[in-house]
């Protein structure tokens, strides 16, 4: 089977001005509110990626109407969905295939939502549950795709998360859409609340009192426009390696700054990061700011706790950060990091392994003591983008030459990731593999 490798030099420093590719959660959430909503909706600076690309070409099998005037600039004829002639493949995204289950749980028509071995293995009950206890039809082998979803009549609940879970939280936000009654998520900690921005933008009555988040169906949604702003978890492997790779100063422009997606830049700030925040605004109900990295002497710091549901999809690269940081980190509370694309707590440690790192792996969480040296390695993406792309950045700090194996899959959320690196100054050469 074909593959790629891309090839790391380290000791050159990262300089310059960039801007990363459109906010994941948000363009997922453009598409899939668009097509419920009763008129047009534009939206511009879209990711064009693959987990989104899944979600769009899914909901163009439920007959939605979606015209594309470049790659990230699209126009959506939302209102009605339609039964799909097949089912809907969301490949690697787990965040689509989520959401789409808790709108497609009030249509009158069946669905089946599924996607790759990876996304088959991805854990489904936590959003099964309470879709059924909202009287949802939906079924999957031991709870996990491929699901499938028949009409049913859906009624409001109060539904207490044990795990702060932007993907459940919004999976019975959405299925609320239909139901009839208000339904309640109560939240054990903050998640994060795109949906609820969006949905309020769309004329949606939400109301979030502490931890409670109401809705109460509308009869219909409104059209919007969407300017994405530039995804924080995308712009966290710059802001990492502008901290870690000697003399460098990185400006990341238009950043989406959502308290509910910043833990990382807070926990930057507390390890001594010379990191700051200009020209803030606001964009698509979500605030944002351009960064300014430069290098940084870190130092450990203990994590956990909610700032763990904040700064989720950051830990791989966060890594780097501890093993370059003088003194000790830990961090607990994060077992979600099990259950992503892969099991992020391990393949890492397994990955760092190879470069010469000591880690030592928790079960919900890991703990490193700084300051270490890397040794360059030949190292797998795993076929996650978070490890590949934070495999990437390890290789700009080790001695020597680092090879990373599959690293097209970072363009499951960073189109274009290694052009980015090289256009700041690294010397990174991107080969495929027959």
Same mark, same amino acid.
């Given at each position: 089977?074909?593959?790629?490798?891309?090839?790391?030099?380290?000791?050159?420093?990262?300089?310059?001005?960039?801007?990363?590719?459109?906010?994941?959660?948000?363009?997922?959430?453009?598409?899939?509110?668009?097509?419920?909503?009763? @008129? /047009?909706?534009?939206?511009?600076?879209? +990711? #064009?990626?693959?987990?989104? %690309?899944?979600? *769009?070409?899914? $909901?163009? !099998? =439920?007959?939605?109407?979606?015209?594309?005037?470049?790659?990230?600039?699209?126009?959506?004829?939302?209102?009605?969905?339609?039964?799909?002639?097949?089912?809907?493949?969301?490949?690697?995204?787990?965040? @689509? /295939?989520?959401?789409?289950?808790?709108? +497609? #749980?009030?249509?009158?028509? %069946?669905?089946? *939502?599924?996607? $790759?071995? !990876? =996304?088959?293995?991805?854990?489904?009950?936590?959003?099964?549950?309470?879709?059924?206890?909202?009287?949802?039809?939906?079924?999957?082998?031991?709870?996990?795709?491929?699901?499938?979803?028949?009409?049913?009549?859906?009624?409001?609940?109060?539904?207490?998360?044990?795990?702060?879970?932007?993907?459940?939280?919004?999976?019975?936000?959405?299925?609320?859409?239909?139901?009839?009654?208000?339904?309640?998520?109560?939240?054990?900690?903050?998640?994060?609340?795109?949906?609820?921005?969006?949905?309020?933008?769309?004329?949606?009555?939400?109301?979030?009192?502490?931890?409670?988040?109401?809705?109460?169906?509308?009869?219909?949604?409104?059209?919007?426009?969407?300017?994405?702003?530039?995804?924080?978890?995308?712009?966290?492997?710059?802001?990492?390696?502008?901290?870690?790779?000697?003399?460098?100063?990185?400006?990341?422009?238009?950043?989406?700054?959502?308290?509910?997606?910043?833990?990382?830049?807070?926990?930057?700030?507390?390890?001594?990061?010379?990191?700051?925040?200009?020209?803030?605004?606001?964009?698509?109900?979500?605030?944002?700011?351009?960064?300014?990295?430069?290098?940084?002497?870190?130092?450990?710091?203990?994590?956990?706790?909610?700032?763990?549901?904040?700064?989720?999809?950051?830990?791989?690269?966060?890594?780097?950060?501890?093993?370059?940081?003088?003194?000790?980190?830990?961090?607990?509370?994060?077992?979600?990091?099990?259950?992503?694309?892969?099991?992020?707590?391990?393949?890492?440690?397994?990955?760092?392994?190879?470069?010469?790192?000591?880690?030592?792996?928790?079960?919900?969480?890991?703990?490193?003591?700084?300051?270490?040296?890397?040794?360059?390695?030949?190292?797998?993406?795993?076929?996650?983008?978070?490890?590949?792309?934070?495999?990437?950045?390890?290789?700009?700090?080790?001695?020597?030459?680092?090879?990373?194996?599959?690293?097209?899959?970072?363009?499951?959320?960073?189109?274009?990731?290694?052009?980015?690196?090289?256009?700041?100054?690294?010397?990174?050469?991107?080969?495929?593999?027959?």
């Amino acid at each position: 089977m074909a593959t790629d490798k891309l090839t790391i030099k380290s000791h050159q420093a990262l300089k310059g001005t960039t801007r990363v590719p459109g906010d994941k959660s948000i363009s997922h959430r453009a598409i899939l509110f668009g097509a419920l909503a009763k @008129g /047009i909706t534009q939206v511009r600076y879209w +990711l #064009a990626a693959g987990d989104t %690309e899944a979600t *769009l070409a899914s $909901t163009r !099998q =439920l007959g939605v109407n979606i015209e594309r005037h470049d790659e990230h600039t699209l126009t959506i004829h939302g209102g009605e969905l339609h039964a799909p002639t097949q089912p809907l493949n969301f490949v690697n995204a787990g965040t @689509g /295939i989520r959401l789409a289950a808790g709108i +497609l #749980a009030g249509q009158a028509f %069946e669905s089946v *939502l599924d996607g $790759t071995e !990876q =996304l088959r293995r991805r854990p489904m009950k936590r959003i099964i549950e309470p879709l059924r206890l909202m009287g949802a039809n939906i079924e999957g082998a031991d709870d996990k795709a491929p699901l499938t979803v028949r009409p049913a009549k859906l009624k409001g609940i109060r539904y207490p998360m044990s795990v702060a879970s932007a993907q459940v939280k919004s999976a019975v936000l959405l299925a609320g859409l239909f139901a009839e009654g208000v339904t309640e998520v109560v939240q054990p900690g903050p998640a994060r609340d795109h949906t609820e921005r969006m949905l309020s933008a769309m004329g949606v009555k939400i109301e979030t009192e502490g931890e409670v988040i109401r809705l109460t169906p509308p009869s219909h949604l409104n059209p919007m426009n969407v300017n994405v702003p530039s995804d924080f978890s995308s712009a966290a492997f710059l802001m990492v390696a502008g901290c870690i790779v000697p003399d460098s100063e990185i400006v990341i422009e238009g950043v989406n700054l959502n308290e509910t997606r910043t833990g990382l830049l807070d926990v930057l700030l507390e390890m001594g990061a010379d990191i700051t925040v200009s020209e803030r605004s606001m964009e698509a109900g979500e605030e944002v700011g351009t960064l300014t990295i430069r290098t940084s002497q870190l130092k450990g710091v203990t994590v956990g706790g909610e700032t763990v549901v904040r700064m989720i999809d950051e830990f791989p690269v966060f890594m780097l950060a501890c093993l370059m940081a003088e003194g000790e980190t830990i961090v607990r509370d994060a077992k979600e990091l099990r259950v992503k694309e892969t099991d992020r707590i391990a393949v890492m440690a397994t990955e760092l392994r190879k470069m010469g790192a000591i880690i030592e792996e928790r079960e919900d969480g890991f703990k490193i003591a700084g300051k270490q040296t890397l040794k360059g390695a030949v190292v797998h993406g795993n076929d996650d983008h978070r490890v590949a792309m934070s495999m990437s950045i390890a290789g700009l700090i080790a001695e020597g030459e680092t090879i990373v194996i599959d690293i097209k899959c970072a363009s499951d959320s960073f189109p274009r990731f290694p052009e980015t690196l090289q256009a700041l100054g690294a010397d990174v050469v991107l080969e495929a593999l027959s």
